[in-house]
């Protein structure tokens, strides 16, 4: 998976399309990624001893990480490359070549 928690991404399909944000938490395993802001549901919790209190919570839900793209500071979304730069693998864009 070429997208790291840090990174920041757009959204390229579905509901949220257009939206952008920061990577929370990239799940390799599921290929799905939390974006900050991007994809909320409702939550209906009921009142327990940690929280005291219950009502409607807004929740963060996972996107698929073909659904986003990293944003270039210089091109916009973009998709990722890897290269060997003074032998260290580093990721590039895959539009100007510029480091990520």
């Known amino acids: 998976?070429?997208?790291?928690?840090?990174?920041?991404v757009q959204v390229l399909s579905g509901k949220n399309k257009g939206k952008t944000g920061e990577v929370?938490?990239?799940?390799?395993?599921?290929?799905?990624?939390l974006v900050?802001?991007?994809?909320?549901?409702?939550?209906?919790?009921?009142?327990?001893?940690?929280?005291m209190q219950g009502g409607i919570i807004d929740k963060d839900m996972p996107l698929a990480v073909a659904a986003v793209a990293i944003i270039c500071p210089?091109?916009?979304p973009t998709r990722v490359r890897y290269e060997f730069r003074d032998g260290e693998k580093i990721r590039v864009c895959a539009k100007c070549g510029e480091k990520l």
Request: proline share 5%; charged share 40%; no cysteine.
């Open 36 to 51: 900050a802001g991007v994809n909320i549901a409702k939550r209906h919790t009921r009142p327990v001893r940690a929280t």
């Open 1 to 8: 998976m070429r997208i790291r928690k840090g990174d920041r």
């Open 74 to 76: 210089k091109d916009g």
């Open 24 to 33: 929370i938490r990239a799940m390799p395993a599921e290929n799905k990624v």
